[in-house]
């Protein structure tokens, strides 16, 4: 359980997602994790402001950190409250890298593994949210696995 900061003006745009008494936001975002990729787990969305909590249960860590990063990197989102709990094995979390400003992932594996040649160990570890490992962009938070 941790609050994961993101770079609000970043990510995909969600209209009315974040628009103060939007009552369908829960529902939206469950609907963001499926376009995604991520199925439809049995998490539920709410929205204070720039801040999402996500609740529920997942099978596995790995499907935990997507979730969030799906919801964190869309763009009025600050902040992700993440109160997921995880069912299946217990696994080491992944760290987060920020995208800057002429990222790319051979150079996010450059500095993170010091070998640019791991950039697919970062692509794989962000399928479905990334579609090419090229279609990166500032601001965007990756998982980084060991």
């Known amino acids: 359980m941790s609050l994961l900061s993101f770079v609000k003006e970043a990510g995909e745009k969600l209209i009315d997602l974040l628009t103060p008494g939007?009552?369908?936001?829960?529902?939206?975002?469950?609907?963001h994790i499926?376009?995604?990729?991520?199925?439809?787990?049995?998490?539920?969305?709410?929205v204070d402001g720039d801040k999402?909590?996500?609740t529920g249960e997942v099978g596995s860590q790995e499907e935990?950190?997507?979730i969030v990063l799906a919801v964190g990197n869309i763009a009025g989102v600050g902040s992700v409250d993440d109160q997921i709990t995880v069912n299946g094995p217990a696994v080491?979390?992944?760290?987060?890298?920020t995208v800057k400003k002429g990222?790319?992932?051979?150079?996010?594996?450059?500095?993170?593994?010091?070998?640019?040649?791991?950039?697919n160990k970062i692509f794989e570890a962000n399928k479905p949210m990334l579609s090419h490992?090229?279609?990166?962009?500032?601001?965007?938070?990756?998982?980084?696995?060991?």
């Open 34 to 46: 499926a376009k995604v990729g991520l199925g439809n787990p049995s998490v539920k969305a709410t």
């Open 133 to 146: 490992p090229d279609k990166i962009y500032p601001g965007q938070v990756l998982r980084i696995p060991e």
């Open 103 to 119: 990222d790319t992932l051979s150079a996010i594996a450059k500095n993170e593994y010091g070998d640019a040649n791991k950039y």
């Open 22 to 31: 939007n009552a369908n936001a829960s529902e939206q975002l469950k609907d």
């Open 92 to 97: 080491a979390a992944a760290r987060f890298a």
């Open 52 to 54: 999402v909590t996500v």
């Open 64 to 66: 935990k950190e997507k």
